[in-house]
């Protein structure tokens, strides 16, 4: 079994901020780990993913993310917030051999002048 | 390329009604999904399926059928709606569910359901 966990389901940073978007995962053999952007009234979009290449993974928009096997995390960082980042994030995770994604319950970010 | 395509975009029902939602991708991808996203609960798995003539259920099949008769095509089918079912449905495809897993899943716009 596979899951996601997303601390904070609201985030608030202020522009040209650090933008921190937490996530744990839980599997039991090596997951590929994604997170992907939904903007209001529109489907999801690939940010980036980990996929046993690099454990820093860099991915469109200036977002990247570290795989931390120690810790079980693979969190969403980007240095300086855009008001164009306002949106909600996902967490979420395929192990094994199936594209079943699980996701995690999503991160609502807002980004304040 | 349209990419992943849904329609309709927005569906009222009375509890009780039927509908398809349609869903169809022009990637000649051999995986396609059915995702619900309810507030607070994230997207979840319905339905499956890893290519033509083949499907699975995902975490919460219980009121929803599909078939895949074609590639491109991935309908989502409720026999009978209820208003747990008011939600907004993704169908999503990628190259191949058979190995891996990592492949990127392409996500349609949604279909906004309210069930009355």
């Known amino acids: 079994a596979q899951s996601v966990t997303q601390l904070g389901s609201h985030v608030s940073v202020s522009e040209g901020a650090l933008v921190l978007l937490r996530c744990n995962y839980s599997?039991?053999?090596?997951?590929?780990l994604f997170w992907y952007v939904q903007y209001p009234n529109q489907g999801l979009q690939l940010l980036l993913k980990y996929t046993s290449a690099a454990t820093l993974v860099k991915g469109i928009n200036g977002f990247e993310a570290e795989f931390k096997k120690s810790e079980t995390s693979f969190h969403l960082t980007k240095p300086s917030a855009h008001m164009s980042d306002a949106a909600e994030y996902f967490c979420?995770?395929?192990?094994?051999?199936?594209?079943?994604?699980?996701f995690g319950t999503g991160t609502r970010l807002q980004v304040t002048l | 390329n349209a990419g992943v395509t849904q329609t309709p975009k927005f569906q009222v029902l009375k509890t009780g009604q039927s509908m398809t939602l349609q869903c169809a991708q022009d990637?000649?991808?051999?995986?396609m999904s059915w995702y619900r996203q309810d507030p607070g609960m994230g997207l979840r798995l319905i339905h499956y399926?890893?290519?033509?003539?083949?499907?699975d259920q995902g975490e919460v099949p219980n009121g929803y059928n599909v078939s895949r008769s074609t590639t491109e095509d991935f309908p989502l089918r409720l026999l009978s709606a209820a208003p747990s079912q008011t939600s907004v449905y993704f169908c999503?495809?990628?190259?191949?569910?058979?190995?891996?897993?990592?492949?990127?899943?392409?996500f349609g716009p949604g279909t906004r359901l309210l069930v009355l």
């Open positions: 599997s039991s053999v090596p997951p590929y």
């Open positions: 990637m000649n991808h051999e995986y």
């Open positions: 399926s890893v290519g033509a003539g083949i499907t």
């Open positions: 999503a495809s990628s190259t191949s569910g058979r190995v891996g897993g990592q492949e990127t899943q392409y």
């Open positions: 979420a995770v395929t192990s094994g051999t199936a594209s079943k994604l699980t």
